[in-house]
T-cell receptor, first 114, second 115 residues
């Protein structure tokens, strides 16, 4: 079964520090991978996605993620955290065989310390 | 451009009561979804509609029913609410279910409390 695991339910970094949010997937074939962000009291919005091609994917607000097949990972990074990055981040996967369902991870809450 | 609109935003029910959550999208999307969000569990798919006239069960369909009223609207009904259905419910839509672009557009959520 296709699944996605996010390591760490809560990550806290200082403003200006590197942000690293971890995501691993289980799949026998490369899936489609996504990161979504949820700001307080709002719905989710797409941050970035990997489907095919370049393994380093750039998203909005300076975030990027790298698809590493050998590690079955799709970690999200940002070189310098900003206070406005405080939100919950969800890694998600679409099984290659099923286009109708996207499976979300349990989420990681990112806090930014002044 | 409203995107995905959900009503109501907040609702308190007593155990056994029924209610319907309404969702409408104005992006001419074919596919629509209902998720519930619970702390530490991410989003779980309740039901989805790949296209107008079709609905399918997701991961946690028990206790819920859905209706794809037309291309724009997708409602979620709780026939006999239970405290375990206390959650935040999100409606989402996507352009196509046959091309896995993965971009879902979400409403702002409906917070339901069942006493």
């Amino acid at each position: 079964a296709q699944s996605v695991t996010q390591l760490g339910s809560h990550v806290s970094v200082s403003e200006g520090a590197l942000v690293l949010l971890r995501c691993n997937y289980s799949s026998s074939v490369p899936p489609y991978l996504f990161w979504y962000v949820q700001y307080p009291n709002q719905g989710l919005q797409l941050l970035l996605k990997y489907t095919t091609g370049a393994t380093l994917v750039k998203g909005i607000n300076g975030f990027e993620a790298e698809f590493k097949k050998s590690e079955t990972s799709f970690h999200l990074t940002k070189p310098s955290a900003h206070m406005s990055d405080a939100a919950e981040y969800f890694c998600a996967v679409i099984p290659y065989s099923s286009a109708s369902k996207i499976i979300f991870g349990s989420g990681t809450r990112l806090s930014i310390r002044p | 451009n409203a995107g995905v609109t959900q009503t109501p935003k907040f609702q308190v029910l007593k155990t056994g009561q029924s209610m319907t959550l309404q969702c409408a999208q104005d992006m001419n999307h074919n596919s629509m979804y209902w998720y519930r969000q619970d702390p530490g569990m991410g989003l779980r798919l309740i039901y989805y509609s790949a296209s107008e006239g079709t609905t399918d069960k997701g991961e946690v369909p028990n206790g819920y029913n859905v209706s794809r009223l037309n291309k724009r609207e997708f409602s979620l009904r709780l026939e006999s609410a239970a405290p375990s259905q206390t959650s935040v419910y999100f409606c989402a839509s996507s352009e196509s279910s046959t091309v896995p672009t993965g971009e879902l557009f979400f409403g702002e959520g409906s917070r339901l409390t069942v006493l």
